[in-house]
């Protein structure tokens, strides 16, 4: 039903335009807004590492019962979906934001980006805290790159958060 909807509605608006002659518009996004920042994609890498380091500290446990079986199904399923969320985040910086002179200006953009994408698939096929620290180690570089583009000095400080490691934060 929907793609006879769809089919319809290009059917429709073809003919229109034939007739209308509608201009084209261009836009870098979606909803070309101007803002974007790789912030969510850092906490999100930061929640993979924490799901790890959780998971990590209830195998020593030994203990399978019902509550240790449910914080493992809630850890690992927030650890996908926070993975996910680096892959989204930085997608869409890249997809929307990027211009080829940002990647002339800094050449390996495409390779980390690459890389990020299969650092996050990887954080999420195990459960191994190396894995969720390449990710987020990826992740920071990208916003450096990101901020740099911006011509927005960058900083590294301790996070906030427990899981001991750095964030990139623009110096404004």
């Known amino acids: 039903m929907q793609n006879a909807i769809r089919n319809l509605v290009k059917v429709v608006v073809s003919g229109m335009d034939r007739i209308m002659h509608f201009d084209t518009a261009y836009a870098h996004c979606d909803i070309p807004c101007g803002i974007y920042d790789p912030h969510q994609a850092q906490v999100a890498a930061h929640t993979v590492l924490r799901m790890d380091m959780l998971i990590a500290d209830l195998a020593k446990t030994n203990d399978m019962g019902p509550d240790t079986r449910n914080k493992m199904i809630r850890?690992?399923?927030?650890?996908?979906?926070?993975a996910?969320?680096?892959k989204h985040e930085i997608r869409v910086i890249w997809g929307d934001y990027i211009?080829?002179?940002?990647?002339?200006?800094?050449?390996?953009?495409?390779?980390?980006?690459?890389?990020?994408?299969k650092a996050a698939s990887k954080a999420k096929q195990d459960t191994n805290t190396e894995?969720?620290?390449?990710?987020?180690?990826?992740v920071e570089q990208f916003a450096e790159i990101f901020w740099k583009t911006k011509?927005?000095?960058t900083k590294r400080a301790k996070s906030p958060y427990p899981t001991g490691e750095e964030i990139v934060y623009p110096v404004v």
């Open 151 to 153: 011509n927005v000095q």
């Open 99 to 117: 211009k080829p002179e940002h990647i002339q200006a800094n050449p390996q953009l495409n390779q980390l980006v690459f890389d990020i994408m």
């Open 131 to 138: 894995s969720a620290k390449d990710l987020l180690v990826k």
């Open 75 to 82: 850890y690992v399923t927030v650890k996908e979906q926070h």
């Open 84 to 86: 996910e969320i680096v």
